[in-house]
């Protein structure tokens, strides 16, 4: 069954209406998506956990990470293509689990009245 009447079988998501229109973007948007589905969930997954661990991972590795795991998958000669510039924000909102944070640095004042004193206690 080609690409085309697959999508008409399966049909949009709930949230879509069923239009042609609805159907079509539907289907390229599935065709065109970088990882799989379950890959997505999988990297969203791990992106959390580091997170919340307190290993953030910063913004501009995403790429990257998307970018191995694609070549891992492809069992091809052919070189993989990396992801476009704007998939990370993509990636983020398709995952709204998932929310770009600033860490903030200690502040140097609170972090020299703390520090100190632990050290010097955990030498002695």
Known sequence: ??????????????????????????GK????QYLTPA?????????????DLGYPIPIKHV???AFCIASRRSTSKAATKPPNKNWPKGFEIRNPVLKARKVKAVDWNRHD??????VTHWFE
């Open 29 to 32: 948007a599935r065709s065109q």
């Open 113 to 118: 009245n703390n520090i100190y004193d632990k």
């Open 1 to 26: 069954m080609d690409r085309a009447s697959q999508v008409l079988v399966d049909g949009p998501p709930e949230s879509q209406p069923c239009t042609y229109r609805a159907l079509s973007e539907h």
């Open 63 to 65: 790429r990257s990470l």
């Open 39 to 51: 890959e997505e969930k999988a990297f969203a997954q791990y992106l959390k956990r580091s997170a």
